[in-house]
């Protein structure tokens, strides 16, 4: 479990293609802290470390990892937002996240507002019921609130330290981003269609 509330960025140094899997060697100031075996954030994605070495990690993604989220774009270079799971024994800054995406979604427009960022998205149809106004949801892990939610779209504001501190200031349009929807709403659907 994760809050979205990202702790670091790191940088893909190397891609490796192993059948239907690929395994990511990045680099990020947290990577020396790392454990094997330990569940990690990735761009909202929650992969296992494999390996540790100085100030890279490795880890591996699955085909339906790659299928359902924007790893299989990464190529050597790229910034990822990075976060450690969270601890129960602190306060809860973001919302729930569990490091499974749902879906991508890709950007249709990025705003400068003097200050500020906005970012709108365009995700699959088939998720409107789990988007609401001033809700909460994850792009590459990170906790954002929604607002002018459509059927297919929504708008998300980046605040400055956002922007500087995650690959937020990376997303211009047409980048596929992760996005994994909020956990309550998704069980409320479940049970309102059974």
């Known amino acids: 479990m994760f809050t979205g509330i990202i702790e670091n960025t790191g940088r893909v140094e190397k891609v490796e293609v192993h059948g239907t899997n690929k395994t990511f060697y990045i680099s990020s100031p947290l990577s020396a802290e790392f454990k094997v075996d330990q569940s990690v954030s990735h761009n909202g994605v929650c992969l296992t470390v494999e390996a540790v070495e100085n100030d890279m990690h490795r880890v591996t993604a699955i085909e339906e990892t790659l299928m359902k989220s924007n790893i299989g774009l990464w190529q050597t270079g790229d910034m ?45 149809e088939q998720f ?38 995650t690959n937020m200031s990376q997303v211009y349009e047409d980048v596929v981003v992760n996005i994994e929807f909020d956990i309550i709403g998704k069980y409320i659907q479940r049970m309102l269609t059974r």
């Open 80 to 124: 990822v937002n990075i976060e450690r799971c969270m601890q129960m024994n602190g306060r809860l800054d973001g919302h729930i996240v569990q490091g499974h995406v749902d879906a991508t979604a890709v950007c249709v427009e990025r705003k400068d507002m003097n200050g500020s960022w906005e970012f709108r998205f365009r995700f699959p």
């Open 128 to 165: 409107t019921t789990l988007v609401i106004e001033k809700g909460s949801i994850a792009v590459n892990g990170i906790s954002l609130t929604l607002f002018n939610v459509g059927s297919d779209e929504f708008s998300v504001a980046i605040i400055p330290y956002t922007f500087e501190h």
